[in-house]
């Protein structure tokens, strides 16, 4: 399952956007190469992907494919013909309840359940104790959250990266199906009566997946976005949810909550016309060049200033946009 797209695959060394040819591409979804299980299935897909780079495709992107998904060995062994880019990631998840007894599961040591609490009394603490998690599943409170969690994301860098939950009809919309047919679950913690975080997720069977999350900047000290997502474990069980999986892309927050976690791939497969070849040796130049910056830095807090400045660089001029 996927969709074909003329784009210009995003390059960049740093700070530095790279120019990269426009290719024809097709872009798989995440869990869109669907299949019986069987050799010949899993062969068939190659072959038809091996067709469309041979004479309709200059690309094909894989969105994080799970390494223990039978397909990636074959991936692995198919290498010979097209050698695709593959960036790692892992991916993350908590068990709220034991699958076996259906009771609550206790995380963390006695400290660190100590210290979330005293988070959570403090950030309500600054807020006079007028501190509440807002909820939102019902068709007729989906104008109510996007407007409430675009607040908190137009704060934040995510509004210049075009990241985030945004007031549009793409949203609204998106939001609406996902109401009308009971997967909705979001979140907005409110602090004397404004919108300070929220959290944009869904329900599917015994799990629920955040799709989107962020914070006031200037409560960061008070750690909203750990209070926030503290409460929406604790609602979550009390509703009877297994599962919370922390969506896409990597995060610290996410690998301190988390109990359990696996690897995943993001995979760009080039074909072997001139455009193709050209935008492949750009991206695996920069890889390269990326991997010996980070080797370089992530011994010292350079990096992690540098990534702070930006963000609040970012924060900044969303802000003096509004």
């Known amino acids: 399952i996927g969709r074909r797209v003329t784009r210009r695959l995003p390059c960049v060394l740093g700070p530095i956007r790279v120019h990269t040819p426009a290719l024809r591409c097709l872009k798989i979804a995440y869990g869109g190469l669907i299949h019986d299980g069987s050799q010949e299935a899993r062969l068939n897909i190659l072959k ?6 041979d004479h309709e495709v200059d690309h094909v992107g894989i969105n994080h494919l799970r390494l223990d998904d039978p397909i990636w060995a074959d991936l692995q062994a198919d290498r010979r013909r097209y050698k695709p880019l593959v960036l790692r990631s892992a991916h993350y998840r908590r068990t709220l309840l034991d699958p076996q007894t259906h009771q609550p599961i206790v995380h963390h040591s006695k400290k660190t359940r100590y210290n979330q609490r005293r988070q959570d009394r403090m950030l309500a ?78 329900l599917s069977g015994n799990i629920y997946t955040l799709e989107a999350t962020a914070f006031t900047p200037m409560n960061h000290s008070l750690s909203p976005g750990t209070v926030m997502l503290c409460r929406v474990f604790d609602d979550l069980t009390q509703n009877h949810v297994g599962v919370f999986d922390f969506g896409l892309g990597e995060g610290e927050y996410k690998q301190n909550l988390s109990d359990s976690s696996w690897q995943e791939s993001v995979v760009h497969w080039y074909g072997h016309s001139t455009r193709a070849r050209l935008a492949r ?24 200033k540098w990534r702070k400045n930006r963000r609040e660089k970012l924060r900044i001029e969303s802000a003096s946009e509004q």
Request: proline share 3%.
């Open 281 to 304: 040796m750009m991206e695996s130049t920069t890889l390269i060049g990326s991997r010996i910056i980070h080797l370089c830095l992530d011994s010292t807090s350079v990096l992690k």
């Open 125 to 202: 603490e600054h807020f006079g104790g007028h501190l509440r998690l807002d909820c939102f599943t019902q068709p007729a409170q989906v104008e109510t959250f996007v407007q409430q969690a675009s607040f908190v994301a137009n704060s934040t860098y995510q509004k210049s990266l075009g990241i985030g939950v945004c007031d549009s009809p793409l949203w609204q919309n998106l939001l609406q199906v996902l109401a009308e047919t009971g997967k909705l679950r979001s979140y907005v913690l409110i602090g004397q009566d404004e919108p300070i975080a929220y959290a944009h997720g869904f």
């Open 48 to 53: 038809y992907l091996h067709e469309l780079l």
